[in-house]
């Protein structure tokens, strides 16, 4: 029996997580979780919650040195003009009020960040298919809370002390394993602890890798993001560009759960002794292949002969 190469070990094992066979299955599942759905109520109920906190921890940190949170983005992605501008307006409390919060603030704040959380929280129990705990994971909402705005000021402090190029490549880099560790973190505690944390590693990882990529990409386009609807619509601009990047990290993270919970259960499957024959690969895309080959040439025949009947029936109906 032939032994394979290490490069031939190496493509195989590239090739093996883009089989259509576990492409579909990714598929479907984004599917079944509604994951276009899923990641604009994630957006939306993210922009409810973090705008309000956003200025209330941007507010009591500028008491002790801080920044204020529209300073902190305004920084983060070097807003100019009428981009900084909206969002100083909309995220810096208002000139001559108190950030001061009342018990019914509190607690509205409260029901909006939790309203976050519980998005969330649907995601692993859809993805995973697990039974919804709803207010009953309250408890774990509110600490996952807690850690989300501890590790954003870590994020953020990361981002502040290694460099402020461009792309912030080193910045993001060494951030990247913190973002894995609070992903698998995440999904263990919003589960209510029913996903083991050794299930939720693939997506940690592949979350982390995809949204360092977003965040390096982000730098370039949300500026004039943030420009262009500051300019069209003012200050509402500056929350139609922040819903929009939400959007997009959201996305990345319903995704990275879908295939993280695929790459999860193909590893198990590999782990049992199921792995498929090392030709399944080039198997299943030359099936592939030939079904596009055949549905081209139906595709073709169908043009052809409707061609023909058109000219036949400009033949006939010519003098």
Known sequence: MEVPSGRE????TLTFWMRPAFVLRALNRFQRVAGFDRA???????LTALIPLAIVV?????????????????????LTGGGAEAVRDALSPASGTSTDLSVIGVLLLVVAVLSFTRGVQRLFEQAWELKAMSVRNTPNSLMWIAGLTLFVLVSGWIHGLLDRGQLEITANLVAMPL???FFVWSGWLL???RIAWRDLVPFGVLAAVLLTAYA???????PHLFNTYATRYGVIGAAFAMISALFGVMLVIVVSAVVGREIREELD????????????????????IEDARSRWKTLREQVDRLRRRLSQGGDRGSP
Not at 9 to 12: F, Q
């Open 191 to 193: 589960s209510a602890k």
């Open 40 to 46: 604009v109520a994630m957006a939306s109920s993210a």
């Open 179 to 181: 973002w894995a560790v």
């Open 9 to 12: 070990r190496a493509i195989r």
């Open 269 to 288: 499957r590999i782990g049992r002794g199921e792995r498929p024959a090392d030709d399944e690969v080039r198997r299943e895309w030359d099936k592939v």
């Open 58 to 78: 941007g507010a009591l940190l500028s008491k002790v040195g801080g920044r204020e949170a529209a300073q902190a983005i305004i920084d983060r992605f070097d």
């Open 216 to 222: 390096m990409a982000a730098l370039v386009w949300v």
